[in-house]
């Protein structure tokens, strides 16, 4: 029994290994001209990635070596590897291609050392664990890999000219290192009614990448690119709405649509800090008053009774009757 269990905590890190070699596979393939192979290495080394944390999450196998060696493999498959590839497929023979795939590798170094640090951030809000600060190295790499799979579905164009390529590059390398919060998938929840959609789904994507695997490719990094708006409008959102984090999303939906609508109608929320300060003052002069009628008090000075405010006269038993 405890062989079998220290092999199935070894597999997490097994499948890091595995996507270590298939991100140095890239590096072969771009260097024997196969540009087709290196895009598929690096892809491979993307899921491996997405595979091995949440196999070591679900076996209980998560341990420093583990967590250690992930950083050190995305290094190598999303930081040199893509570097190289873009750097021996457009890059070279030009005075700005290597500093090019430098500035590429150190920013997806940068960007795995800052995601190390915040694991251990506790000031951050509750709903920041479903962003990511700044796009993923697997994503920044295939992202940057974009014009290359534009030229492998359609050939030269504009995509794969040296200026394209330098300034994509570069731009995507910022974005990595960037503070634009991208959804994280790690706290997607597909619901019961959903999942056997999201299977026929899945069936039809898996068929057009065995038919068409770079368009596929290509139009599915377009729309990721396309979803970074949305997650930063989420991310201001939630920022200014925590408490609807906890919230189901299809209230939360609701909570969004009713604010909507009050934006269309001209209607603003209450004036807090004006109504917390004059109800402070009118506190303060209640108080004011309470503490001079007891100063008064205690001076022997008695109010008049209400009676004789309202106008009215007691009954006296000193005096004669009345005519």
Known sequence: MPVAT????????????????????AVQFALDGNNAGALAAI??????????????????????????????????SFGVAPAVVLFVWALQGTGVGWPVALVFAVCVVLRLARFNTLLDDTDAPPFAKEFFVGVPAPAGALVALLPLTLFLQFGDGWWSALPVVAVWTVAVALLMVSRVPT??????????????????????????????????????LLLYLGHVPYAAYRYRWLAHHPSAWEV???????????????????????????????????GARAGA?????????DNGFRPAKRSRRLGLRRSGSGSGGGP
């Open 6 to 25: 220290s092999g199935v905590r070894l597999l997490p890190n097994a499948i890091t290994v595995l996507a270590l070699c298939s991100g140095l596979s």
């Open 43 to 76: 892809a491979l080394a993307a899921l491996l990635d997405a595979l091995d944390g949440r196999l070591a999450r679900l076996l209980d196998a998560t341990s420093r070596i583990g967590a250690e060696l992930d950083s050190l493999a995305d290094c190598v």
């Open 183 to 220: 959804l994280s998938a790690k706290t997607v929840r597909v619901p019961a009614r959903h999942v056997a959609p999201l299977l026929v789904a899945v069936a039809g994507v898996a068929a057009a990448v065995v038919t068409f695997p770079f368009a596929v490719l290509a139009v599915a």
């Open 248 to 282: 189901p999303s299809r209230q939360r939906r609701a909570i969004r649509r009713t604010a909507r609508s009050m934006r269309r109608l001209g209607l603003r929320p209450p004036l807090r800090r004006r109504v917390a300060g004059a109800a402070a003052r009118a």
């Open 289 to 297: 008053a309470v503490r001079r009628r007891r100063a008064a008090e």
